[in-house]
């Protein structure tokens, strides 16, 4: 009854949440699919036992995900980072592009080359193919970006892989993405891959929302509660920043504490960077804490995008 | 040099033919890709060597495909059916799905979800498993959807297969598709897979923009000619209607002459309806001529969709 009453209820009034909960029970479902509507890719078998597939699709819409009078070549690298950061944060390598672009009359021949130089750039330093796609007019530019990528059978990173106890670790700093950072990132496919090979991460996902709504994303698979370690925070930008910017592209991803050592030791001699532990998942709350020097105060929820 | 000087044109006054032919440039090879940008779907090897993989996209956006006051279920038909009869034209089963939506902040749940019935009928009746997309506000509503599809190795029907000499066909009536056709088609997978394993076609593509327009992309390939006849089309709608209307999603495929009688029982026998030979190809020209009793004409080029 209250289900049909949503029918009425326009879109802005829903949010994008409730929205989508909706729409994933069209989601279908066989005996090859591992992994449907939910996570940040899909993940299905293939014809060869050894290999799983893995999906995904983004939008990347001036005036929303980028300003209309952004450099093209950063538009391009940021629609189609976007998509390879998905297929990094199941640990899968990227392998088939296709680009639905949506353009006005009036866009110059030079400035849609130039996002597609930007798409070629990042596609040629991490993998992935740009096999086909579509043009159409319209009054605003957009790239609607489908990804495919492959990883040896049953190793995708799922959010729903979250343990009780587990540490919370991030690729790199959080926070300040609006400098610039969300256009230009480097999407993480190398250490995504090299963190399923290592067989230690649990649970993954990407810092796209802001790390507040992406981590409760995971942990409510499992509905565990995850604490926070602000001073960490602080050390990446600023605690607000960190937890709530979005648009980081860092893999957010757990492991065992029993590993600590090691995945801190591997991970430092294959990258030359830090690896940072932000916290730990919990079973006292189902919430998001933020420890600072023994207290500690729930967190909000985070950025919900559009809608 | 000329090059150089189109970077600063308008997509408005290049076209969409010269668009997509500079865009093409921007399309990924590699070993695995057996057709890349230009067909219907590109063609890609999969993990496994006996089988082959096809991926397609297809944007479907109010005002441009469908009216602002249309039936939802019937946009939702529409959109994902565009997708499946261009792996029809392939002669692939559809597999896996992917549709980014852009909507209205006003839009109802209700519609939104009516749209998504609409392309759950065609996908249960026809094959493929939506798994994923992705949600944005905008002011127009608009599908962006992707299809895989899978055939054996070395089986995908191209355009470029075109051979002189081959007979033409449909595999049904052309023009008349403003009458609602646009709408409610359904995508000939069926036939695209029966015709791809009975062996005896070179070329196929589906009637979307149009006969000529689509012919005329499949004849390119190859620097040929056809000659189709008028009174075939007048018994569809009529001969206007049957060059030009688009959006017939019929299958447009060419065989030997040698098999006219052999696809025509076969054919008659599994789907009950009329196959339609509209013609041939011919070299003796590189466009598209109409006969009619003895004379004949040449005929212009067909719609080149926006842009």
Redesign the interface.
């Known amino acids: 009854m209250v289900d049909e009453l949503?029918?009425?209820?326009?879109?802005?009034d829903?949010g994008?949440d409730r929205?989508?909960s909706?729409?994933a029970d069209?989601?279908?479902?066989?005996a090859r699919?591992t992994c449907?509507?939910g996570d940040d890719?899909?993940v299905?078998r293939?014809?060869?036992p050894?290999?799983d597939?893995v999906?995904?699709?983004?939008?990347t819409?001036e005036g929303?995900h980028f300003r209309i009078d952004e450099d093209p070549v950063r538009v391009g690298r940021k629609a189609v980072s976007r998509v390879l950061s998905d297929i990094a944060s199941m640990g899968a390598s990227p392998e088939?592009?296709?680009?639905?672009v949506?353009?006005?009359?009036?866009?110059?021949?030079?400035s849609?080359?130039a996002i597609?130089?930007g798409?070629?750039e990042r596609?040629n330093t991490l993998g992935?193919?740009?096999?086909?796609?579509?043009?159409?007019?319209?009054?605003?530019l957009?790239l609607?970006i489908?990804a495919?990528g492959?990883l040896p059978h049953g190793t995708a990173i799922l959010r729903s892989g979250v343990v009780n106890g587990d540490l919370i670790w991030t690729t790199g700093k959080l926070g300040g993405s609006a400098a610039g950072k969300h256009l230009d990132f480097i999407p993480r496919v190398r250490e995504g891959i090299w963190l399923r090979n290592s067989g230690l991460v649990h649970a993954m996902t990407d810092v796209s929302d802001g790390l507040v709504t992406d981590l409760k994303h995971m942990i409510e698979t499992k509905k565990v509660g995850a604490a926070i370690e602000a001073r960490v925070l602080e050390a990446m930008s600023s605690v607000d920043q960190a937890l709530y910017d979005g648009e980081d592209f860092e893999l957010l991803f757990t492991t065992s504490p029993d590993v600590e050592e090691s995945v801190q030791k591997e991970w430092r001699k294959t990258f030359a960077k830090p690896l940072w532990k932000i916290g730990s998942v919990v079973t006292s709350t189902q919430e998001i804490q933020l420890h600072d020097e023994g207290t500690y105060r729930s967190l909000p929820g985070g950025y919900s995008?559009?809608?």
């Open positions: 949503r029918k009425n209820e326009s879109l802005g829903l994008e929205i989508l909706r729409l069209f989601g279908g479902w066989n699919v449907g509507i890719c899909s299905c293939t014809e060869n050894a290999v597939q999906f995904t699709s983004d939008a819409i929303i088939w592009i296709l680009i639905n949506v353009a006005p009359k009036e866009m110059k021949l030079g849609l080359e597609y130089e798409i070629q596609l992935g193919v740009l096999v086909g796609g579509d043009l159409t007019e319209g009054s605003v957009a609607h489908f495919s492959t995008h559009h809608f």
